[in-house]
């Protein structure tokens, strides 16, 4: 098939990337978010779905906004007959999702009717979700509610990141990508609606959403981190010094919600149960160091706590 792949962030190279590769499949084009202005040095820079693109000489569209009247005219030139999607990052209007002869098919990385929206592999690991996986659904104009031609399934294990997790799914479901474009094809596959039970939502995670909430018990705390890891990033004040927080480790014994304990073995804070030791912190404007080695040199008082 005549394909325009649409995507943005890193999640979805490895299905371009097995679309590319495809003896199947011809991308004629690559749909992505505008270049943006990135890093310390405030560059501004192409989408990882963007650079492969251009490494293999496909152009690359980047509307501002799908509804644009000449972007629409550029997708109707190039005639595809279907528009796979992996996290591109922007609502499709009718006028454009009318257009593929086949649709536009979304791979999402939730089981749905699960965790519908920006973020649901950040959802699963902080609802403490022991599977997850992903699916390929036929795009509507209702936000992921589309019927679905195929999922397949992953184990959350106790120590993910959302990032770890996510770079599994996207790699496992680039296969269930090239599998349902090959089936549809081919006539094989049929999208069946989502039930209408089991229904949840997924909401893009802020900055704000991240801070840790020390009255929380340990467990949850240590979700929560794993969630946000590595964007946005969990984060805390202590004496007034916000830092971000890796992945931390449930301790044995208890401290007072927010309490800072210093001892050989580590940084440890109280939580609503047990405390947590803190394995790695991350000042503002420095790399990631040893949570005991930032708090031995920032020298706080007795009565710094966590906030």
């Not at 394909?3 to 490895?14: L, Q």
């Not at 693109?53 to 509307?63: C, F, K, N, Q």
């Not at 971000?244 to 449930?250: D, E």
């Amino acid at each position: 098939m005549r394909i325009v792949f649409a995507g943005t962030p890193e999640p979805a190279v490895p299905s371009l990337r097995r679309l590319i590769e495809s003896s199947r499949h011809e991308v004629v084009a690559v749909v992505t978010r505008p270049d943006a202005v990135a890093g310390r040095g405030r560059k501004v820079t192409r989408s990882p779905v963007g650079l492969l693109a251009d490494e293999h000489g496909i152009p690359v569209l980047t509307p501002r906004k799908p509804s644009e009247p000449d972007f629409v005219d550029q997708l109707r030139q190039l005639a595809p007959d279907c528009c796979p999607v992996v996290a591109y990052g922007a609502l499709l209007p009718k006028s454009v999702l009318d257009l593929p002869q086949h649709g536009w098919i979304n791979l999402h990385f939730s089981l749905l009717p699960a965790w519908r929206g920006a973020a649901p592999v950040q959802a699963a690991v902080q609802a403490g979700d022991e599977f997850t996986g992903a699916a390929t659904f036929l795009i509507e104009e209702g936000l992921d509610t589309g019927p679905v031609f195929g999922v397949v399934t992953e184990r959350i294990k106790a120590h993910d990141t959302a990032g770890d997790l996510l770079a599994r799914l996207a790699d496992s479901g680039a296969h269930l990508l090239e599998s349902t474009l090959d089936g549809v094809e081919v006539g094989a596959l049929q999208p069946v609606p989502q039930p209408s039970d089991g229904v949840s939502y997924a909401p893009k995670v802020t900055v704000e959403a991240a801070r840790i909430r020390w009255d929380q018990p340990a467990s949850a705390i240590d979700r929560h981190v794993r969630s946000v890891t590595p964007a946005p990033g969990a984060w805390t004040t202590i004496a007034d010094l916000r830092v971000k927080v890796g992945p931390v480790t449930v301790a044995e014994h208890s401290l007072p919600a927010q309490t800072i304990e210093v001892t050989k073995a580590g940084v440890f804070i109280g939580t609503g149960t047990t405390a947590v030791r803190l394995d790695a912190v991350q000042p503002q404007g420095k790399k990631m160091m040893k949570a005991l080695d930032w708090i031995r040199g920032a020298r706080l008082g007795t009565d710094a706590v966590a906030e």
